[in-house]
């Protein structure tokens, strides 16, 4: 093993779920707001594959001026939750930069870049998009659950150089969410259409279900996953 845990903040303390044999492939999912890498951990183990690795890092606790600037474990700075409402963008890029300092990490470690799937729920599924749409490496695919695309006004223009055209991206919604609307999830699937091949993107959703997850859901996470990192 190459490559120190201490040099990429987000995975010193990281929640790891080590696969069960040699893993030969990567899930990084990323919490959302207020919450911590446990409670996706503990999702993930649940649908885990014997040769996958899941890495849920822990945001940083910042001010969130949505919440009276109270301090909690947050991506970046969110002022609202609307496709208009003002973005906190150096923000966004910062944490963007940190999580691709994870996939560089498992790179290095010798899990191809094809190998690594990006995820995460609400904030922690803003994120993913953005930082995959945006990286240097071809990724496996994203999963965007209950969430969007930040800094949207930005893409198609902002995905580097077409790396990921081709991406495959599952994205999935709650019916009833009263936080992250529904409509929204649907404005960011047709945006995602522009910016890779349109077939690659699913967009499930799920009727009763709120600003949450449910069993057929993660049912979709786990074959989109099995689909994407077969076994070899």
């Not at 001010?63 to 301090?71: I, R, S």
Request: glycine share 8%; with cysteine; charged share 15%.
């Amino acid at each position: 093993m190459c490559g120190n845990n201490m040099s990429v903040p987000l995975l010193a303390d990281a929640v790891t779920v080590s696969g069960a044999e040699r893993e030969t492939a990567a899930v990084i999912f990323l919490h959302g707001l207020g919450d911590t890498g446990h409670s996706w951990a503990e999702a993930l183990s649940s649908i885990r594959l014997p040769y996958v690795k899941y890495i849920c890092p822990h945001a940083p606790r910042i001010p969130v001026t949505l919440n009276m600037k109270m301090v909690m474990p947050s991506w970046f700075d969110l002022m609202g939750l609307s496709p208009d409402a003002p973005e906190d963008e150096a923000g966004i890029k910062k944490a963007s930069e940190n999580l691709k300092a994870v996939i560089e990490h498992e790179i290095k470690n010798g899990i191809p870049s094809n190998r690594i799937i990006l995820g995460g729920f609400s904030q922690g599924g803003a994120l993913s998009l953005y930082t995959a749409l945006t990286s240097q490496y071809q990724l496996a695919g994203i999963v965007a659950l209950s969430c969007w695309l930040p800094l949207h006004k930005a893409f198609p223009q902002a995905a580097c150089n077409g790396v990921n055209k081709d991406i495959a991206i599952l994205q999935c919604h709650g019916e009833m969410d009263p936080m992250i609307p529904v409509r929204f999830g649907a404005l960011t699937a047709e945006k995602l259409k522009s910016v890779v091949t349109p077939t690659k993107v699913q967009f499930k959703t799920y009727p009763g279900m709120m600003h949450s997850s449910c069993p057929q859901e993660m049912m979709a996470v786990k074959e989109f996953i099995e689909k994407l990192l077969p076994r070899i």
